[in-house]
C-alpha cells in the first residue's frame, strides 16, 4: 500500500512563490535545497510527522536533465498551485508493477543525507493527467518532516479533479486507502490541497 508522503506546490519562481504562500498560510516555510539532477529548488513545511509540504520551482540557470523534469514543471505557467502528491512505498520496484503504464522509472536520488528513489515518467507527465500520484522509496532512516519546524499545518484533504475520474478511483483504490483523498468528476484535471492552518482552512 501507498502512503501520503508529500504535496508538492509548483511556482514559476521560489521566491514570489514563497512570498505567496507563507501569505496564504501565515506561517514561514523551511529552507529546502537543490535537486542538482533535475535543476530544480524547494521550500519546505512540515505537515506532521510523516508529512510535508514542497514548493518546487525550476532554478534559474541550473542544467536540467536530458529528459522534461519531474512534475511535469518543464509546461507549469500561472498561479502558484497544488500540482503533484507524492507517496511513499516500501519497494518502488513492486509499486511500480501495480501503477499504470507512464508512472515513471526510478532514479537514485540524494541531497544532503537523504537518499531516496523515485519514479520520475519519461515524459515528465504522470498518468491521468498528473493526478495520478508520484511515487518514493526513502533509504534508510533520515526523512524531512521531522527535521521541520510544526507550524500546526495539516493536510485535511486532496482533491482530484478528473475527466476520468471513475479510472483514476478505481487505479487508487487497490493502492492507497486515505479518506483525505477524494476523487470528483470534473471536465478538466485538476488538484485542491486543503490545509488546516492556525488562520484556518486555505486551498491551494
Given amino acids: 500500500m501507498l502512503t501520503i508522503d508529500h504535496i508538492a506546490v509548483s ?71 497544488a500540482t503533484t502528491w507524492i507517496c511513499r512505498c516500501d519497494d518502488l520496484d513492486a509499486a511500480l508493477a501495480a501503477a499504470p503504464p507512464g508512472t515513471g522509472v526510478p532514479w537514485s536520488l540524494e541531497r544532503g543525507d537523504l537518499r531516496w528513489r523515485m519514479a520520475v515518467p ?16 526513502w533509504q534508510g532512516t533520515a526523512h524531512p518532516a521531522p527535521r521541520l519546524p510544526d507550524h500546526g499545518v495539516r493536510l485535511k484533504r486532496l482533491e482530484l479533479y478528473s475527466p476520468e475520474a471513475r479510472a483514476l478511483g478505481a487505479a487508487l483504490g487497490t493502492l492507497i486507502d486515505d479518506a483525505r483523498v477524494v476523487v470528483l468528476d470534473a471536465a478538466a484535471p ?10 484556518g482552512e486555505v486551498t491551494l
Fill in 11 to 81: 511556482t514559476t519562481d521560489l521566491g514570489t512563490g514563497t512570498t505567496e504562500v507563507e501569505a496564504a498560510l501565515g506561517v514561514a516555510l523551511a529552507p529546502g535545497g537543490q535537486h542538482g539532477a533535475m535543476g530544480t529548488w524547494n521550500r519546505l513545511l512540515s505537515l506532521g510527522d510523516d508529512e510535508y509540504f514542497e514548493l518546487i520551482a525550476i532554478e534559474p540557470g541550473a542544467p536540467g536533465p536530458a529528459q522534461p523534469r519531474w512534475f511535469d514543471l518543464d509546461n507549469f505557467a500561472g498561479a502558484t498551485r
Fill in 122 to 137: 519519461e515524459t515528465g507527465k504522470l498518468p491521468f493527467g498528473g493526478l495520478f500520484p508520484a511515487l518514493i522509496e
Fill in 190 to 199: 485538476r488538484m485542491a490541497a486543503i490545509l488546516e492552518t492556525p488562520r
